[in-house]
């Protein structure tokens, strides 16, 4: 690894940990000595937009205007990785299991609330979409069926919100669902896709910190919360557990990414699938 101390900024030990502190207070996220690097990486990029002189000049901007520079700085430090049908076994799970069991379940008040809480640019929420589009085709005129895809950072949630994407990012989208809801840009968007309206029409997309109130009343039956909480201490994992809990409805579904468990929370729930825990009854 380059010595940080050549380059064009030089990031103390001092600014370092106040980063990690700012984004703990922000956003939950842990940062340790082994992402130094990347915070360098990330934040230089941000001294350079605002054609700052140094990393001290950069905190001196954050502890002045907390508020209003937290977007900003929560969006260049985010990590946003995602893909379609990223964990191909939860969307199984979600058409072969979950969904017909929800329409006999929720067949009295005919509705049906999933929550991508983690959503980053879309591609989570809207194969949510395809699944859900896929199972309830024929009650969709009749139910009341509707997905909510958050996330912390704004940026991230425009790209989803225009649900525009190159076509390299649907190579892993299972054939059945190419055709029908991704449709091919022609022209200069030649190389583009563009999910199709019957699919945006079940979600919604809004700014939300996990950490902070949420405004929504529930029940949910379905919520989504991979590959985020492996960025926040044990104490944030246990909180958000015990709200997702009183979120989810009588046998709801958490979903949890690849390598994140609920540790002791585990109890409450019945585990499903792989990394996939129900609510009992
Ligand atoms: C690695 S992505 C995961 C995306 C998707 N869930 C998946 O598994 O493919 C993590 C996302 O969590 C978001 N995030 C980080 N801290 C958050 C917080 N406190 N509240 C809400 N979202 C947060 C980031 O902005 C990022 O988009």
Redesign the pocket.
């Known amino acids: 690894m380059n010595d940080i101390r050549e380059r064009p900024f030089r990031l103390t030990d001092k600014e370092f940990n106040f980063v990690c502190q700012f984004v703990y207070d922000t956003?939950?996220?842990v940062l340790n000595a082994s992402k130094r690097e990347m915070v360098y990486r990330r934040l230089t990029r941000v001294i350079k937009e605002r054609k700052l002189a140094s990393f001290s000049q950069y905190c001196q901007l954050l502890k002045q205007n907390p508020e209003q520079e937290k977007h900003y700085f929560?969006n260049a430090i985010?990590?946003?990785?995602?893909?379609f049908f990223?964990?191909k076994h939860h969307f199984d799970y979600l058409l072969s299991i979950e969904l017909p069991q929800l329409l006999k379940r929720n067949k009295q008040q005919q509705r049906i609330r999933i929550w991508?809480?983690?959503?980053?640019t879309g591609?989570?929420a809207y194969s949510i979409a395809a699944i859900v589009y896929e199972s309830c085709k024929q009650s969709l005129s009749s139910w009341d069926i509707k997905i909510l895809a958050?996330?912390?950072?704004g940026n991230?949630l425009a790209k989803g919100k225009a649900g525009i994407y190159d076509e390299k990012r649907i190579e892993d989208v299972p054939s059945v669902y190419l055709k029908p809801y991704f449709i091919k840009g022609t022209g200069e968007n030649a190389h583009k896709v563009k999910v199709a309206q019957c699919l945006r029409n079940l979600l919604t997309f809004k700014e939300?910190?996990?950490?902070h109130q949420w405004p929504m009343k529930g029940p949910f039956d379905i919520i989504?919360c991979?590959?985020?909480i492996i960025?926040f201490d044990k104490k944030t994992q246990i909180e958000l557990f015990e709200r997702f809990y009183e979120m989810l409805a009588p046998g709801g579904l958490l979903i949890l990414?690849h390598s994140e468990n609920l540790g002791h929370y585990q109890q409450y729930f019945k585990n499903v699938g792989r990394t996939i825990f129900r609510k009992p009854f």
């Open positions: 956003a939950g996220i929560i985010t990590t946003n990785l995602t893909s990223r964990e991508s809480s983690a959503t980053s591609e989570e958050t996330d912390i950072d991230v939300l910190n996990l950490l989504f991979r590959n985020v960025y990414g």
